[in-house]
Structures are given as structure tokens and as C-alpha cells.
């Protein structure tokens, strides 16, 4: 190998790494761009060091996915299974040196799998429910106090509940509550089509509806236990507002979103449970 071609190589390796830490910034989501271009650093430099930096970079962008993968348990086995299906076929192809096959299986099974989850994200981005459909006041929640969020599904089943500090402007439009407020918000977007809406109230929560604050708090994990009790404690006051979406299975509430805006103690919980 010349002088020429042993530096392009090492370029490669030195690619792999960089990209592996790129990964970070990325959730991981570049894992198959970086195997492929680790592997091929691997197969063609002999040098021991640019295979470290090849295998380093593949290594880090692998453990940058890992938080985004675990919180999906259902799909762990399904996708090692075809991982290890498609990671053998791309090195059988690249020993055997039939280029052309490894292009098509390297590049084609990654790029569609990018493909769908840009469009996922972009997808999930335009239907969501922005704050100003729930709480009908130009803010954003976003200064989080304690969250916690359980493993969730392939279907998406799992808890999440999240305190914020509550911003200023939603508070305004909570202490000047009028009809409007009442009757017509919170609104969801698209991606909640098909459930029901339970409009502000004003607490204390309704004894009538128990069913559905006992299946938005029927979580017993001890580390939500404070945040839960400040809910309960928030539902029983006249300072505090409550609304939710939910869907109902026969009777049985199947899953719910539940907001509750406590003025006394400048708090917005925001609560996901589905079964």
C-alpha cells in the first residue's frame, strides 16, 4: 500500500472517531454511517492505531443510542436480530470484495431507516399539542423541576410525569380565568384525535371523576412519590386549575393526559399514562 493510500485510510479511521463523537450531539442516530465507514477503515488499514480510533468511534455512537433505545424495550430483540443479520452480510460482501453488493446492503438499509425517522420526527413535530392549545396564553413550559418517565412500549405504553415552574404569562391567564378558558381549552392537535376532552376546571377536583385522577396518579415507583403527593395536595384547593384528554376502553379509562396548573405554589404538572 503506498505512502498515498495508507493516509487516505487513516483519514477513514480518523472520520470514524470524529463521527462516533459527533454521535453524541446526535442521540446516535449516525450508528450506521459510522459502522460503514469503520468497517471499511478496519478491512483496508493494518495499522493498530487506526483501527483503535475505527472501533472507538463505532463503540461511541453505539452507546450514544443506547438511552434512546432503552426506553423502547419491545423493539430490543426484533432490532439485534436484523442489526447482526445486516452487520454480517456487510462484511461477508466487503471480504468477498463484491462492491457493488456492499454499497446496495451498507447504504440502502440505513439511508431508509434515516429516511423514516426524519419523517417520524418531522411528522410528530407538526401534530403535537403545543402549550398554547392547552393553556391559551402565548408561554412555553419548559423549565422542568422533576420528570420521570418509565420504559415505554413499541406501541408507546408506559408513565410519565413531569413538575415545571409555571411561566408567568400562563399564570396571568389562569388569575383572569373566564368562559373562554373553560369551555373551549385545553385543544389537542391531530395526534390525539379520537380521544375526549375534559375542559379547565377549577379545583377542588371533582369526586365524580375519580376514576380518571386515579388513573392518571395510580403509579406506586417510590421516587414519584413526593411529586405525587404535591398533586394530590394541589387538586384539593380552590387555587388550582385541571383538565385532561382521555380515552376510554369500554368503560375503563385506557390512557390519559392529564394537566394540572397550581397557582398557589407556581407548579405545572403534566402527566402521560397508557395502557
Not at 157 to 173: H, T
Request: proline residues 5%; glycine residues 4%; charged residues 20%.
Amino acid at each position: 500500500m503506498t505512502t498515498s493510500d495508507k493516509s487516505s485510510v487513516s483519514r477513514l479511521s480518523t472520520l470514524t472517531l470524529w463521527l462516533g463523537i459527533g454521535s453524541i450531539f446526535l442521540c446516535g442516530l449516525p450508528l450506521p454511517l459510522v459502522i460503514i465507514v469503520g468497517i471499511i477503515a478496519i478491512v483496508l488499514e493494518p495499522g493498530r492505531e487506526a483501527r483503535v480510533r475505527a472501533i472507538t468511534g463505532m463503540l461511541v455512537s453505539a452507546a450514544c443510542l443506547t438511552p434512546v433505545f432503552m426506553q423502547a424495550p419491545a423493539l430490543h430483540r426484533p432490532f439485534i436480530i436484523l442489526f447482526a443479520v445486516w452487520l454480517v452480510w456487510c462484511l461477508n460482501r466487503l471480504l468477498m470484495k463484491r462492491w457493488r453488493q456492499f454499497l446496495a446492503v451498507a447504504v440502502i438499509p440505513p439511508a431508509a431507516v434515516a429516511a423514516f425517522l426524519v419523517f417520524a420526527l418531522f411528522y410528530t413535530y407538526l401534530e403535537r399539542t403545543t402549550d398554547a392549545q392547552l393553556f391559551n396564553a402565548d408561554a412555553d413550559v419548559h423549565e422542568a423541576t422533576f420528570a420521570y418517565h418509565s420504559d415505554r412500549s413499541f406501541t408507546g405504553d408506559g408513565y410519565s410525569i413531569v413538575e415545571y415552574k409555571l411561566p408567568q404569562a400562563i399564570r396571568e391567564r389562569f388569575l383572569a380565568c373566564d368562559e373562554k378558558l373553560l369551555t373551549e381549552f385545553p385543544q389537542h392537535g391531530s395526534n390525539r384525535n379520537g380521544w375526549s376532552t375534559s375542559y379547565w376546571k377549577r379545583g377542588p377536583f371533582d369526586a365524580a371523576q375519580q376514576k380518571f385522577i386515579g388513573f392518571a396518579l395510580g403509579i406506586s415507583e417510590p421516587e414519584v412519590s413526593d411529586v405525587r403527593a404535591k398533586v394530590l395536595d394541589a387538586l384539593s384547593k380552590p387555587t388550582t386549575f385541571y383538565a385532561f384528554f382521555y380515552k376510554k376502553n369500554d368503560d375503563r379509562v385506557s390512557d390519559i393526559d392529564f394537566f394540572v396548573v397550581d397557582l398557589e405554589n407556581n407548579r405545572v404538572y403534566m402527566i402521560n399514562s397508557n395502557t
